[in-house]
């Protein structure tokens, strides 16, 4: 009588998740190889479908395997297994991919370069010597050239580029590491680079783009360096003119610029670098990474003017190993768009759109589909901190607490720092950074991503979730997007319900501190130092920082020194005008303290951020906003470098009611200033204010509600220093401190809050709590 273990069996194993793109179909030959299974595996929009023939012992043995032991690139959502009768397969083959309505396969990100692959491009007997698209199933473009699914060549933009016979042979051989390597090509079959002028006339070829990009470089020229995921603006980032004269052309007096360096050695010659930081710029995602710079740091000041910190990543791609594998160590590797557009992703529109900034185009003729920024991060006591979550991070989805059964849930996001969210299952997806949306392009891109990416994932939502301000293009933008049911969103509460699902909450009441410049209340205000109590469902203000007016609105926002005005007359009574003019000499201060007193155009805020503004201009450190958050950053940069545990004391306060009154901490800081405190001191007091002020609120809001858990979200968090302090304060306190792990503390974050709050408003409605 035979072992029923050893009768051959046939079963069907689909697999789902992150399983396209990561050599999975490879990785599945190869185990079949070894576990003596005969079948079949193929690509489908539903998954990985395997077909698999052999004893049952090898069967389990394989899916075992399979489900332990995936390709280092892949993520498993699910593996399901059912029976099918027979079929006497005679090998195991890897078959063409078919499609279907439904999509439930995971896109992967797009991954840094390989090792492996770095090894061939420095080989001159290797077909990929310095070849500027080498990849294989390790590494390369994944999400920005894919156009549909499942991910297989002729659906992405490698679709045009037939494979000589040598890619071929890679491409078919199981052993080799560019099997079904979807962008596999060389220098015969694939995409090349050119070099044009601002006309569009080609001044080098594929031969000789490197040489002549080094030359421009090195002449001090601008270059326009079209990459993965968008264009990059480069130059030399030693060269203080060149800076300056790119600062100059894209109408960018002070934010900083990323740059990239050849390799560790030299980060390390320029700013300090820990363990985690090594991790988070070797890592196949590859993001800009935030360091402190080294005292004495040989770059330009104009490089990062007002910061200690840089923004600094390795290169990513072949192009920019190769672009840095001459003299250059160091280069400038700035977003490639003219202010306030999207990134730059096609050729033609780069010359029309950077043509006044780039002096030269280094282009390729590999379209890219999905325009994917670079991704911006900060390593704190060990953990990541995005800043902006896109390039090596999106579409990769994380995980929330919601049932399987759920409806699709949209949030569209907000004005700035826009990103947007799906919700499918039981995971988010969250897309790549669209930036500011204020402008038609601005727009249009966020339009036609997001109907792309609904496109990919195979969805319709049925809930639209947006921001409550009326005025705001997304909220427009949402009614255009086909669903059953439309949720507007207050911004705070997209805040709390954002860091609520980030760490998987169940829908559960929560104390919310949120820190930011501006959003939308239920007053019609501007709002921005809360301390909310609510659920994802609802909240309840329970604690503001006093309001002040904004003389000229979005005017003081530009110019802090007008802000300041406004705390101080709002606040300090008869000194103000004294303290006024004092410190703002030369500015027009009697115009603006008139549109203070009869309240012209000057909209009521108790933003956070307008308090940073306004001890920023009082302290001198920052008199006008060139870019966002300027003032705010480098007030906190001051004390960067300082222990949490700070042992200044805090300024004054009040607390009456449920607002905050900050007259106490004006009055510290003039004073302090005026008796020659350093700078650095004054911002410490003011930030150890802060640290005092939460602490006092969260332990009321916890008297009142029982509650012991604490969540901080908004883009005031950014601040390392406030950010440590408070987490450390709270936490000696007994206090659960809940932050974002998987999107930014800033706007960049609303969006999966928006969804949350839309979604469980939904099961209210259906009756289910």
């Known amino acids: 009588m035979s072992d029923e273990r050893n009768d051959i069996v046939c079963r069907r194993i689909v697999i789902k998740g992150t399983v396209q793109g990561v050599g999975f179909r490879p990785h599945v030959y190869h185990l079949a190889t070894i576990h003596g299974i005969k079948g079949t595996v193929l690509n489908s929009s539903r998954g990985v479908i395997i077909e698999a023939e052999a004893a049952e012992n090898n069967i389990e043995a394989f899916i075992e395997d399979l489900a332990g032991h995936p390709p280092s690139l892949a993520r498993i959502g699910s593996v399901d297994v059912s029976q099918l009768p027979p079929a006497n397969f005679r090998n195991f083959e890897i078959l063409a991919s078919t499609s279907s309505n439904e999509a439930e396969v995971l896109i992967p990100p797009d991954v840094a370069t390989c090792p492996d692959c770095r090894k061939d491009m420095a080989d001159p007997e290797d077909n990929h010597y310095q070849y500027p698209f080498t990849n294989c199933t390790n590494c390369g473009p994944r999400f920005t050239i894919i156009k549909e699914i499942p991910y297989d060549r002729p659906k992405t933009s490698m679709a045009g580029f037939a494979m000589c016979k040598n890619c071929r042979s890679e491409y078919k051989d ?34 000789t783009w490197l040489a002549e990009s080094w030359r421009f470089l090195t002449e001090g020229k601008i270059l326009a360096l079209k990459g993965i995921g968008g264009f990059h603006l480069v130059c030399d980032a030693k060269n203080q003119d060149a800076i300056a004269t790119l600062r100059a052309r894209k109408s960018r007096r002070a934010k900083p610029f990323a740059v990239m360096c050849r390799d560790l050695d030299a980060v390390t010659a320029y700013c300090k670098i820990t363990k985690e930081g090594v991790r988070l710029l070797t890592s196949p995602e590859a993001p800009i990474v935030i360091l402190p710079r080294e005292m004495g740091c040989p770059l330009p000041e104009n490089l990062a003017p007002g910061l200690t910190s840089l923004g600094v990543m390795l290169p ?29 992703k096609d050729n033609e529109n780069a010359l029309a759109e950077l043509g006044t900034i780039a002096d030269r185009f280094v282009l390729h003729n590999r379209d890219i589909v999905n325009r994917c920024d670079d991704s911006l991060v900060q390593a704190i006591d060990g953990e990541t901190h995005f800043f902006r979550r896109s390039r090596g991070y999106v579409p990769r989805p994380f995980p929330i607490k919601r049932d399987q059964r759920s409806p699709v849930v949209l949030g569209v996001g907000g004005e700035m720092k826009n990103t947007f969210c799906f919700l499918k299952g039981d995971q988010a997806f969250a897309s790549p950074y669209m930036g500011e949306i204020d402008t038609i392009e601005g727009e249009e891109n966020l339009l036609s991503s997001l109907l792309h990416f609904q496109s990919l994932m195979g969805i319709e939502p049925d809930i639209v979730a947006f921001d409550a301000h009326p005025g705001y293009a997304s909220a427009h933008i949402a009614q255009k997007i086909h669903a059953e049911v439309y949720e507007e969103v207050y911004h705070h509460h997209a805040h709390l319900a954002g860091v609520m699902a980030d760490n998987n909450l169940e829908n559960e009441k929560t104390i919310g501190v949120i820190l930011d410049g ?10 921005g130092f809360e301390v909310l109590v609510g659920d994802y469902a609802e909240f309840d203000r329970f604690y503001h920082l006093a309001y002040v007016p904004l003389p000229g609105g979005e005017a003081a926002i530009r110019q802090p020194w007008r ?16 303290y006024a003019r004092m410190l703002f000499a030369g500015k027009n201060v009697g115009i603006v303290e008139q549109m203070i007193a009869n309240r012209f155009n000057s909209p009521l805020s108790s933003g956070c951020g307008r308090l940073f ?3 920023s201009a009082i302290l001198g450190v920052c008199f006008e906003n060139t870019y966002e958050g300027q003032a705010a950053i480098e007030l906190g940069e001051l004390v960067a470098d300082m222990p949490p545990e700070s042992t200044h004391g805090p300024y004054d306060y009040e607390i009456e009611g449920h607002v905050i009154w900050p007259g106490g901490i004006l009055d510290g800081v003039i004073n302090d200033r005026r008796q020659g405190i350093p700078t650095d001191t004054i911002s410490a007091r003011f930030h150890q204010t802060l640290v005092t002020i939460i602490c006092d609120l969260a332990g009321r809001a916890s008297t009142r509600t029982g509650l012991r858990r604490v969540a901080l979200s908004g883009g005031t968090w950014q601040n390392t ?17 809940l932050y974002h792990r998987h999107v930014p503390a800033n706007d960049g974050g609303i969006a999966l809050g928006q969804a949350m709050a839309a979604h469980w408003r939904w099961r209210k409605k259906q009756g289910r709590q």
């Not at 920019?320 to 280069?331: A, E, T, V, Y």
Request: charged share 15%; hydrophobic share 40%.
């Open 518 to 527: 501006t959003g939308y209340g239920t007053d019609g205000h501007l709002w």
């Open 563 to 578: 802000t300041a005005l406004a705390y101080l007359h709002t606040f300090l009574g008869d000194k103000a005008g004294e």
């Open 316 to 344: 990513y791609s072949p192009l920019h190993l190769l672009l840095l594998s001459g003299h250059f160590d160091i280069l400038v590797m700035t977003s490639g768009n003219a202010t306030g557009l999207p990134l730059a």
């Open 721 to 737: 220093y406030l950010f440590r302090a408070v987490k450390s304060a709270l936490n000696t306190q007994g206090y659960e401190v």
């Open 613 to 615: 503004d306004a001890v």
């Open 174 to 207: 199981p052993a080799n590491r560019r099997f079904h390597a979807q962008p596999v090509a060389c220098p015969k079959c694939g995409p090349h680079i050119f070099v044009v002028d601002g006309n569009g006339s080609t001044i080098a070829d594929k031969d």
